[in-house]
């Protein structure tokens, strides 16, 4: 089979295709390179010893698109094509929703002309909001609080809607929480452009010493150390998870949707702890204000993607900590390194 991603040469995007690669697929990938590096590709491909076919473009562009599917023999698509920041979708709600909803909308339409209806959906648990209870079903209501969480569920909305007008359709929606760590030969990993969003990276970099300290907002939540608490998933279990949904899609089960996480909460400070024992070092870190929109705790209730897909988790927090820490040791600067 040949696989379709778009957003390949990005985090999670590298990652997976190394386990397609390494599962015996082929690989064509899309990227525009505005938040990923094309050198994540090269190393994938030491890596697996395997070769990438690689465009570099927009999901917006319904030319690269139709010239992909034009020249390859695809059988199914994995989306991660897609801007990721909620502080920024803020700021640039209208950018947001062009690029996640309607590159998602084009790339659709690419794939209904060439008559490949096989589609994996990165989503996230941001769809879920502030939840009344948990841990997190997928039949929980969605209720989001910025615009990236929004684009995220319309796109879903989107999903559903082509999926009922036309049985043909599969669709896997996976919606991931936190990915964090590394592949476990520390050649690629997260490498965020200028400051991180996410905590992992923010950790690593103080640990390597590119930043002086990590801010931690809020001290006060219901939680048993006050600081916010997250499932936090290694990204190459994740990774995973997108070829039981290829498996899935072979079913032909239609629109099906699925939490992607380990179903256990870990702490701020629990994260710092830790990739201090990691790294053998110390991370310097201050108390700070709570940020707006913040929640207490979000964590998962998997069992949904066990029964149905035969996948869980394996990797531990210590696992995320150290390949993390192995990935930001070797390469300090990321790919630029």
């Given at each position: ?146 615009p990236y969480g929004q684009s995220k569920l319309m796109v879903e909305h989107v999903l559903t809607d082509l999926a009922a007008s036309d049985s043909s359709w599969n669709i896997a929606v996976l919606r991931y929480f936190n990915p964090v760590g590394a592949h476990a030969s520390g050649t690629i990993g997260e490498d965020p452009n ?48 997108h070829l039981k949904a290829l498996d899935k899609l072979a079913t032909n089960p239609g629109l099906v949707t699925y939490n992607i996480g380990t179903g256990v909460g870990y702490s701020v400070l629990d994260m710092v702890k830790a990739f201090e024992k990691a790294c053998g070092k110390s991370i310097a870190y201050q108390i700070v ?49």
């Amino acid at each position: 089979m040949t696989i379709f991603v778009t957003g390949g040469a990005g985090y999670i995007g590298s990652h997976t295709i190394v386990e397609l690669l390494e599962n015996g697929q082929q690989v064509v990938v899309l990227d525009n390179l505005s938040n990923s590096s094309k050198e994540a590709l090269r190393r994938v491909e030491v890596i697996t010893s395997k070769s990438v076919t690689f465009y570099q473009g927009d999901v917006l562009d319904p030319i690269i698109l139709n010239k992909i599917f034009s020249e390859h023999d695809i059988t199914s698509v994995i989306h991660f094509a897609g801007l990721k920041s909620v502080g920024e979708s803020v700021v640039q709600p209208l950018r947001y929703y062009e690029n996640n909803v309607t590159g998602t909308v084009v790339l659709c339409q690419a794939m209904a002309k060439a008559n490949v209806k096989n589609l994996v959906f990165s989503s996230s648990a941001t769809v879920y909001g502030d939840p009344a209870s948990l841990p997190i079903l997928e039949s929980f209501p969605t209720d989001t609080t910025n615009p990236y969480g929004q684009s995220k569920l319309m796109v879903e909305h989107v999903l559903t809607d082509l999926a009922a007008s036309d049985s043909s359709w599969n669709i896997a929606v996976l919606r991931y929480f936190n990915p964090v760590g590394a592949h476990a030969s520390g050649t690629i990993g997260e490498d965020p452009n200028d400051i991180p969003n996410n905590l992992m990276p923010f950790i690593a970099q103080v640990a390597v010493g590119k930043r002086d300290k990590l801010n931690v907002f809020g001290s006060d939540y219901d939680t048993h150390d006050g600081t916010g608490v997250r499932d936090y998933i290694h990204v190459v279990d994740l990774a995973i998870g997108h070829l039981k949904a290829l498996d899935k899609l072979a079913t032909n089960p239609g629109l099906v949707t699925y939490n992607i996480g380990t179903g256990v909460g870990y702490s701020v400070l629990d994260m710092v702890k830790a990739f201090e024992k990691a790294c053998g070092k110390s991370i310097a870190y201050q108390i700070v204000d709570r940020r707006p929109g913040d929640i207490a705790a979000c964590y998962a209730n998997p069992k949904k993607a066990k029964s149905e897909l035969g996948w869980a988790a394996i990797h531990t927090i210590d696992d995320m900590a150290q390949s993390s820490w192995l990935w930001q040791s070797n390469n300090p600067n990321g790919y630029e390194g």
